[in-house]
């Protein structure tokens, strides 16, 4: 029942709503006790209706309380003259009582609970910060709820931890489960209540830093680091699994006073760290911290330091600047080199590619389409001449097979000046039978040889092959000639094989080729011709040409008729021996 | 003709591939043979389901949070009246002095309901805060991916179970739960918990399994980390 006249209120928590609408006064003090239960009846406080509460019933043995805690307030001036009369009683109860203890007393202040932390989850502890004293001893008590019970407990251990602190042991904790807890300041004049606080002592988990933290340092020859040991905190118990702590090392240099210049490593769960290449002659602070599971970190452990000594790598050091300097000087060097003779390095590096020319084709004539002046320029003076370029190479492999072979090499003149005289039969005969003797492998070429032995002539042969293959700058010189007929016809056979021109033939032994070089004797120059004299074009090196050649090149031309006719009658001659024996060779091959 | 046929021939490929379950399930392909085949220690199980379980906590956790930060805004601890947690009525260790006290079949069994009980109600949790505007996707996501933890977290803890059983670590009191220990959250009022409560409690929960089975571990297999 509430007794709203005379300010004086009692109330039980079922009807607090109603009665707090009752009252309109302002009042800086917003603290409410009532009693209940047990006939006692105390009433202090006053409040004002704008008061937000919250309603605590708490039976605490022996003694029924019911706490209203108010949160927040707000002056309300509305409806202060409602119950004036009431009001004005009741200020001035107040103010003789505030009077009263002015001297220099007050009911005691508000305490408030500031943290509680478990330092292994098995206990924890809560501090408190004590209001004002109001001048008089003031006792402080805690009293705690369990979560989802009624039943109200003072705190097990006041002096444990410290002033103003409540330390619950391993009994009185469980974890799991929500505390309610509230501090009780009371002095000669009042109490207080702190405001409640809920906990789970899962959320509150917090360890001690980590111990004994020390730093060594070991100079490798090529990384040197230190290590940093530490132990765990005391009363963390990793043996049951019942935690699991994991590590955080962080350090800097000292010399720094800034807080930001700490370098943090995670560490796991290990109890010891390494750091590698530090920096030399500087001193470091290393400090390590802890957490348990999913908890709160701990507070960094003490510093440990160490000083690195100064000479570490100064060796390397002097190396690396020496070496990165000379690179750096060569690197501009070549730059330079490179960019004054670009071109003679280009083409010393990449070797232009020689492109097909017809030697006296002119692009831009091509261009011009002046077909006269182009062909013009084609045709060379003593053209043709096969072996312009000594690279230049022949089919032919021409042999001898008489002893005249070596007069004739000794006199070795050509006074047939012009390839073209000897005849295209004979020519292309010879021509693809010494292609195909070429095509032989010189070793072929010799035994075969050797199987066809013509008396002497062969042997000639032989010898005159194996000399002509066995060494390739021997050359042979083929004349379409006037000299004994028959070594003319012989010769003119074989010139007439050989290439239409001065030229000396130089088998090419390895490949089976023969180089045809250009005649180092002396020769009347070649005559002009041009292409109206082109009768017939063999191969890419011979073309033959009609009439218009000296009389020495026209017995020539006869030579070779006749010789052509021995040919082709397969008379006893021995040039047509020898093409038999060629024509053996490529058959036999 | 060679058109039907490659039509039948994709179908046929396309039928194989699409699993209409969607799930792969995996079989193994070795028996208890040590030949070629690492059949897992109990060490090794241990430590697969305590990681699991500290993944399943801290997705908890980290849901709990953001349900906080975004839709409880007043750090006021007062007024906040956590109604009990479904899972009360089921009788674990507040400790690790109870927890170590308790046999290794208990505790097993502990973890076992507890994990259980949490089967629907995750699921629950799952629906209600998809169909919810307030959660963007990120989190209804982390509560699904959160069921289903739970659900592979009992799966490997009867496999352990089943493994100490073999080694005869364990007697046959544990037996298989059935049907009837999995409990909906309605709490002591009658009306379905709400999802902030549902969160706080299965935080709880999932630190206790978590515990219990470190606990488990030492106890049994106490080589290394212990």
């Known amino acids: 029942m509430s007794n709203k006249e005379e300010g004086v209120h009692l109330v039980s928590p079922e009807q607090l709503s109603e009665f707090l609408n009752g009252i309109t006064l302002t009042h800086t003090v917003c603290l409410w006790q009532c009693a209940n239960f047990g006939g006692d009846i105390a009433s202090e406080g006053l409040f004002s209706p704008k008061c937000s509460t919250y309603v605590e019933y708490w039976k605490i043995t022996g003694e029924a309380v019911c706490v209203i805690s108010v949160t927040d307030w707000v002056v309300d001036t509305g409806k202060m003259w409602r119950d004036a009369k009431q009001a004005l009683a009741l200020m001035l109860l107040l103010s003789w009582v505030s009077h009263s203890m002015c001297k220099s007393f007050s009911p005691a202040g508000r305490p408030r609970l500031t943290t509680c932390r478990s330092p292994e989850k098995e206990t ?3 501090w408190w910060k004590p209001g004002s004293t109001g ?3 003031t006792s402080y008590h805690l009293y705690y709820r369990k979560e989802s019970s009624l039943e109200v407990f003072e705190c097990p251990d006041y002096h444990k931890a410290g ?23 009371s002095n000669a004049l009042g109490k207080a209540y702190s405001e409640s606080v809920e906990i789970d002592v899962m959320d509150i988990v917090q360890p001690h830093p980590p111990e004994n933290v020390n730093v060594t340092f070991t100079q490798n020859a090529n990384s040197p680091y230190f290590l940093v040991r530490w132990r765990p905190p005391r009363d963390a118990d990793t043996r049951s699994g019942w935690v699991t702590i994991k590590y955080e090392v962080r350090l800097k240099i000292e010399n720094s006073r800034d807080e930001e210049d700490w370098e943090s490593y995670s560490a796991g769960k290990q109890l010891e760290f390494s750091i590698y290449s530090p920096q030399p002659g500087a001193n470091y602070a290393v400090q390590v911290r802890c957490k348990l599971d999913q908890g709160l970190w701990s507070e960094w452990s003490p510093s440990a330091f160490i000083q690195i000594p100064d000479n570490i790598s100064d060796t390397q050091n002097a190396v690396m600047i020496i070496s990165v300097t000379l690179t750096v000087i060569i690197f501009m060097l070549t730059a330079g080199v490179l960019t004054v003779k670009m071109k003679p390095v280009k083409h ?12 006296g084709l002119d692009t831009q004539l091509l261009k011009s389409g002046k077909s006269e002046e182009i062909f013009s320029a084609l045709i060379t003076p003593g053209y043709p001449q096969i072996a312009q370029s000594p690279d230049h190479q022949v089919e032919y492999l021409v042999v001898y097979d008489y002893d005249e072979e070596m007069d004739f090499n000794d006199k070795a003149h050509l006074e047939n000046q012009k390839g073209e005289n000897c005849l295209t039969d004979n020519a292309r005969k010879v021509s693809q039978n010494s292609i195909q003797i070429t095509l032989n492998s010189s070793q072929d070429l010799n035994t075969t040889l050797s199987e066809h032995v013509h008396a002497g002539t062969v042997s000639n042969q032989l010898s005159g092959t194996s000399s002509v293959l066995g060494e390739p700058q021997q050359q042979l010189h083929l004349y379409c000639n006037g000299t004994p007929v028959k070594a003319q016809d012989q010769n003119t056979h074989m010139s007439s094989g050989s290439q239409f021109e001065q030229g000396t033939i130089n088998p090419a032994g390895l490949t089976g080729y023969v180089e045809v070089d250009k005649q180092k004797r002396d020769q009347k120059p070649p005559v002009e011709e041009d292409y109206s004299m082109v009768s017939e074009v063999i191969s890419d ?5 009609q009439d218009s050649i000296p009389v020495q090149v026209h017995k020539e031309v006869k030579c ?6 021995a040919e082709e009658m397969g008379g006893g001659f021995e040039p047509l021996e020898y093409l038999e024996t060629l024509t053996t060779f490529s058959s036999g091959s | 003709m060679s058109r039907s046929l490659k039509q039948v021939a994709v179908l046929l490929v396309a039928l194989l591939c699409l699993d209409p379950h969607g799930r792969v399930g995996s079989a193994p392909i070795c028996t208890h043979g040590p030949s070629g085949c690492h059949v897992p220690s109990l060490a090794d199980l241990f430590d697969r389901v305590i990681q699991h379980s500290a993944r399943m906590h801290s997705l908890s956790n980290d849901l709990h949070s953001e349900f906080e930060q975004y839709f409880l805004p007043s750090k006021n601890h007062i007024g906040k009246i956590y109604r009990k947690c479904h899972t009360s009525n089921i009788l674990t260790p507040n400790g690790k002095e109870n927890a ?11 973890i076992l309901k507890l994990l259980m009980a949490w089967r629907d109600p995750l699921f629950q949790l799952h629906q209600s805060m998809a169909h919810q505007q307030d959660f963007n996707s990120f989190s209804s996501n982390k509560a699904l991916e959160m069921g289903d933890m739970a659900h592979e977290l009992r799966k490997g803890v009867e496999k352990v179970a089943e493994k100490m059983r073999v080694l005869g670590m364990l007697g046959n009191s544990v037996t298989g739960l059935s049907a009837a220990e999995a409990m909906l959250p309605i709490s002591d009022s009658g009306e379905a918990m709400s999802d902030y409560e549902l969160l706080y409690c299965f935080r709880r929960d999932s630190n206790k399994v978590q515990n219990y089975l470190k606990i488990l571990k030492c106890r049994i297999v106490p080589e290394h980390d212990c």
């Not at chain 1, 391993?170 to 009780?184: A, E, F, G, L, M």
């Not at chain 1, 070779?560 to 006719?565: N, P, R, W």
């Not at chain 2, 170590?100 to 502990?110: D, M, Y």
Request: net charge positive; charged share 20%.
């Open chain 1, 560 to 565: 070779d008729k006749t010789s052509i006719k």
């Open chain 1, 124 to 126: 924890f502890t809560c």
């Open chain 2, 100 to 110: 170590q006290k308790l046999a290794r079949e208990e505790l097993t069994e502990v």
């Open chain 1, 348 to 359: 010393f590096l990449l070797p232009p590619v020689p492109e097909p020319k017809i030697s």
């Open chain 1, 541 to 545: 090196n011979i073309l033959v040409l």
């Open chain 1, 163 to 185: 002033n103003n602190s409540c330390y619950f042991d391993k009994r009185h904790t469980s974890i799991w489960i929500i505390y309610n807890i509230t501090v009780v300041a």
């Open chain 1, 135 to 137: 001048g008089l001893p």
